[in-house]
Structures are given as structure tokens and as C-alpha cells.
């Protein structure tokens, strides 16, 4: 995240400081992982926890100003972190372990995944057994459970296999630091290397995907913004996704990208050119001949339903009217064939109506529609046919 404050106290340590300073700098990777998470459907970490600093009574000697506490079920909505304590507190007493929580991202004090018991995040947790003898961080790390390695540094993200790992030092104080960071936030997941072909037939199948706000009131493409997912971003897009829609908090997906430290994302969002290559998509087949047959079926169907009846009728001869049904068949398939030999109009338009339960508010008018059509033709036929 970028221009964060952050909550400090007094007399803490310089490297405290300096960790949590690289945690909320960082934490844009720990978010990218977490929007992987949990799309899968078995999944892959063995724990994922952000740390918060709540903030205490100052007036009170005998406790410290903040208490910093380990948080699960993480969310993050740009500028709000929750999620639901995983210990119980030792001076927060208003809470409880399994209390849900929600504070400001500037109260973020650390961030930590753990993938096949490696360890990723944990600037705070390095900075703590930095400063502890061989046996305190042995028994640090056996009260964990976990493999720190040696402190000094931390690993950000997992490398590919083969890879050396990717560290950073605690206070991101090198050259070489910028330069990791600045690679992977060029990179992308690999889980958004592999899924680019579903993900383009998802949402040709389903457009909803691009244009519906969820319940939080966010498109598809804020969320993907803001966890830095720039092959999602590019794919929505292409398919018309509205970079100038905002959010319910008022943010665009532009701002989202600055906010959130994604400068690649931001450029392909001002519309500079994409630095990779459009993806090959299978067109398919044209869909106006089927609307063209659908059209002359739904025609020669009517015709029997109208002329045929009407023609008996007229000339004196014994004349039967078929029931609603058929009438309903013949205008829903002349209905469906003249959408689909006149192009993407309606789908178009669909989009721009809203939703009415699952349904979109211009099929259920277009089926309305189909309905009242029938009835009327039906009944203006029969009338005929009994008048004569």
C-alpha cells in the first residue's frame, strides 16, 4: 500500500518500526494470495493471519498503549481489515478470542501465510527473534511450530520450483530489495498464468461477471484491482468491463490500482498499451443462420395457427382455433429466432437491466411480452372464427 500511516508507540524499537513499515508495504502480496485462496476449492495454506494494533486506554499506567493481536478470515476492502481474533486478549478485555473485527489498514502490523510449512510474511516475527538468543528463538519457533530460518530476512511470496527463494530484508533497505519488489509486482500469479482460457470462456458465457456489483457493491474488477491480478484485469476489460464505475466506497478502479501499489495495473487502466499479447479465442460459430431457420420455423407455424383458421373460417368452412400453448411456442421460438439473426443487441442491452432475483429484468419483460402477445393473438382468432 502506498502513503500509509502507521500506528506507532513509544519506545518501541527502531526494527519493530521498520518492520511494520515493510509489512504494510508489502501486504499487497499477502491480499494477491488471498484472492487466489479462495478461489480453490481445496486449499493450499496451511494458515494465513494478519496481525493488528488495538489500541488501548492511554489514560491507564499499568498497560500499554496497544495491544498487537493475530487475525483470520481476512478481509479487505482498500482501506478496512477484517477478520476474527484467533487469541485471547491480555488487556483488549472488550474482545474475545473468535470476537469479529474491523480497524483501518494503518492499524496493520504485520502479515503471514504459511504454504507446506514455509513461512511468508512475518516482518514483526523476524524482528522479535532477531533479538532473542539461539534457545529463546528455538523455543519461539517450537511454540509456533514453524520453520523460520535464519533471521535477517523474510520471503515474500513463493518462488517458482527451482527458483532461489525471494527475501527481502526486514527493512526493505537495500537496492536489492526494490528490485525483487518491483519483479514480482510485474509478475503475475501463477494461478493467472493458468486460467486464462476458462477465464475467457467464463465470461463469454457469463457477462454478468463483468457488469454485476456483488453484494458489497463492487465489480468484479475492483476486487481484481485491488489484488493486483493484471491478467483478470486485462480479460475484463477486453470484454468491457467500465474502468470508470465506482465501487461503494466511491473509488474507481484507477484509484484502487494507486492506492493499492499496482502501477502496472494503473497504466493498463489509463489504456497505455498491454505488454502482453491478446489471448487466441475460439469464435465459434455464426449464430444468424439458427435465427434465420428459427424465424421461417416460427412463421410456418403460425401460418397453420392464424391463416389457415382464419382463411376456413372466412369462406364458410368448419375451422378449429388450437390452444394457447401452441400460440406461446410459435411467438417464443419467432421471439428467440429474431434476437439471434440480428445480433448482440439484446445481450447488450440485457446487461443494462438490473436483476430480479437470478433473472434480468429484460428477459422477464421479454417473456411478459411473449405472453400477452400469444394471449392477444389467440383470442382475436377464436373471435374471428366463432363471428363467422
Not at 474488477?221 to 466506497?249: I, W
Not at 416460427?298 to 373460417?313: D, E, T
Not at 419483460?365 to 389467440?378: P, Q, T
Amino acid at each position: 500500500m502506498t502513503e500509509q500511516m502507521i500506528y506507532g508507540v513509544e519506545g518501541e524499537s527502531q526494527a519493530l518500526k521498520d518492520a511494520v513499515a515493510s509489512a504494510q508495504a508489502t501486504f499487497k502480496f499477502y491480499w494477491r494470495e488471498m484472492s487466489w485462496e479462495a478461489r480453490r476449492i481445496i486449499k493450499c495454506l496451511d494458515m494465513a493471519a494478519v496481525k493488528l494494533s488495538f489500541m488501548l486506554d492511554p489514560d491507564d499506567p499499568d498497560i500499554p498503549v496497544v495491544e498487537n493481536m493475530w487475525v483470520r478470515d481476512v478481509d479487505f476492502d482498500g482501506a478496512t481489515v477484517t477478520g476474527v481474533l484467533m487469541n485471547e486478549p491480555r488487556w483488549a478485555t472488550a474482545f474475545k478470542a473468535g470476537d469479529p473485527v474491523s480497524l483501518p489498514f494503518a492499524a496493520l502490523n504485520d502479515w503471514m501465510y504459511v504454504r507446506d510449512g514455509h513461512v511468508y510474511g512475518g516482518f514483526t516475527v523476524d524482528a522479535l527473534r532477531s533479538s532473542m538468543t539461539d534457545d529463546e528463538r528455538a523455543g519461539h519457533d517450537a511454540a509456533w511450530g514453524l520453520g523460520f530460518g535464519e533471521p535477517g530476512t523474510v520471503e515474500v511470496a513463493p518462488a517458482a520450483e527451482g527458483q532461489a527463494p525471494w527475501r527481502v530484508s526486514r527493512a526493505l533497505s537495500h537496492l536489492a530489495d526494490q528490485q525483487l519488489l518491483a519483479q514480482l509486482e510485474q509478475g503475475d500469479h501463477p494461478m493467472a498464468v493458468n486460467m486464462r482460457e476458462k477465464l475467457e470462456e467464463a465470461l463469454q458465457q457469463y457477462p454478468g461477471m463483468i457488469t454485476d456489483f456483488d453484494d458489497g457493491g463492487w465489480l468484479l474488477l475492483h476486487r481484481e484491482v485491488l489484488a493486483g491480478n493484471y491478467p483478470v484485469v486485462q480479460a475484463l476489460l477486453r470484454h468491457g468491463a467500465d474502468p470508470l464505475a465506482t465501487n461503494s466506497n466511491g473509488q474507481t478502479s484507477l484509484a484502487l490500482a494507486h492506492e493499492a501499489g499496482w502501477p502496472r495495473i494503473a497504466r493498463l487502466l489509463q489504456g497505455e498499451a498491454s505488454d502482453e499479447p491478446e489471448p487466441e479465442v475460439a469464435k465459434g460459430f455464426a449464430l444468424w443462420p439458427v435465427g434465420l431457420l428459427l424465424v421461417a420455423m416460427a412463421l410456418a407455424w403460425l401460418y397453420f395457427l392464424v391463416v389457415v383458421p382464419v382463411s376456413r373460417a372466412g369462406v364458410g368452412q368448419g375451422a378449429e382455433v388450437a390452444g394457447i400453448w401452441s400460440f406461446m411456442g410459435a411467438v417464443l421460438v419467432l421471439s428467440l429466432g429474431v434476437v439471434s439473426s440480428t445480433g448482440p443487441w439484446y445481450f447488450k442491452l440485457r446487461q443494462r437491466t438490473p436483476l430480479w432475483g437470478a433473472s434480468r429484468a429484460l428477459d422477464i419483460g421479454a417473456l411478459l411480452g411473449v405472453v400477452l402477445i400469444a394471449f392477444a393473438l389467440h383470442d382475436q382468432v377464436q373471435r374471428y372464427v366463432i363471428a363467422h
